[in-house]
């Protein structure tokens, strides 16, 4: 498995639903099944089959965290020294050249992407696009709508 790469604070939210999955959720779980179990006759026992549902979801959830965390690769966008390159963590303040609207965006992995956040995911088009530019730069970013062209104005690693 190859390497995931995940901000520090991304990685400190999947730990926090690791933690939650199997210090809450998992015994929540045997518990409703135990109940479920009680009930007598388990072919017709629709809380039965829901309380199973739940566990094989929460085991998945919980097998898939653990296979992300350890295969992660933690970057600290503090502890960057790209020498005002964009790179993985980076937060980057945009203009589009269009619109004149000014944007920010932080490059982070798959799993914490929030564009409400203003957090967009390395394998997104606008990620790649502008990985490896500089302050000054002018991007082309395929959207659906067609191109769109931004000026890189800043380059931030908090």
Avoid: C, W
Avoid at 126 to 142: C, H, N, S
């Amino acid at each position: 498995m190859s390497t995931v790469p995940l901000t520090k604070f991304g990685a400190e939210l999947l730990k926090q639903e690791l933690h939650n999955l199997k210090t809450k959720e998992r015994p929540d779980v045997i518990n409703a099944i135990a109940e479920a179990r009680a009930q007598g006759d388990l072919s017709e026992n629709a809380e039965y089959d829901a309380a199973k549902e739940r566990q094989s979801f929460i085991e998945g959830r919980i097998a898939e965290l653990e296979g992300k965390l350890s295969a992660a690769q933690i970057i600290d966008p503090a502890t960057l020294d790209a020498e005002g390159r964009v790179v993985f963590g980076a937060t980057v303040r945009l203009e589009d050249l269009e619109t004149e609207q000014k944007v920010s965006y932080q490059i982070v992995g798959d799993d914490e992407a929030d564009i409400k956040l203003s957090k967009v995911s390395i394998s997104s088009p606008i990620a790649r696009a502008l990985i490896g530019k500089y302050a000054g730069d002018v991007v082309g970013v395929q959207a659906p709508a067609g191109v769109r062209e931004y000026e890189v104005l800043d380059v931030l690693y908090i």
